[in-house]
């Protein structure tokens, strides 16, 4: 059973940065693709990042491309998300989740475990 603890949401200004940080136990961390997921008031939930083994495979939503970075380091069991330029329109709660594959998928169905989320708020 893999956990998964967000850290790193806060409340911004638009144009600041963020880093939000997702920390496993309880499985094999190098063999998981991760992905980050939003969730704004009244929204479905939406694909934001995803990172393959070995960060093979980096698929990003449009709406973050040239934003926001994706990174992992498997030896501190840890997956980033890098935010910049952030805009009001990326408020959200994030969330990360993992799935044994090499690739991560850009549907929060594949994902089999989630964290309880993190909230990001950036004001204009």
């Known amino acids: 059973q893999v956990q998964l603890v967000e850290s790193g949401g806060g409340s911004v200004q638009a144009g600041d940065s963020l880093r939000l940080s997702c920390a496993a136990s309880?499985?094999?961390?190098?063999?998981?693709?991760i992905g980050w997921f939003r969730q704004a008031p009244g929204k479905e939930r939406e694909f934001v990042a995803a990172?393959?083994?070995?960060?093979?495979?980096?698929p990003y939503a449009d709406s973050v491309k040239g934003r926001f970075i994706i990174s992992r380091d498997d030896a501190e069991n840890t997956a980033y998300l890098q935010m910049n330029s952030l805009k009001p329109e990326d408020s959200a709660v994030y969330y990360c989740?993992?799935?044994?594959?090499?690739?991560?998928?850009?549907?929060?169905?594949?994902?089999?475990?989630w964290g309880q989320g993190t909230q990001v708020t950036v004001s204009s």
């Open positions: 990172i393959g083994w070995s960060a093979v495979t980096t």
């Open positions: 309880g499985g094999t961390f190098s063999n998981s693709a």
């Open positions: 989740a993992a799935r044994n594959g090499l690739v991560g998928p850009t549907s929060a169905r594949e994902y089999e475990y």
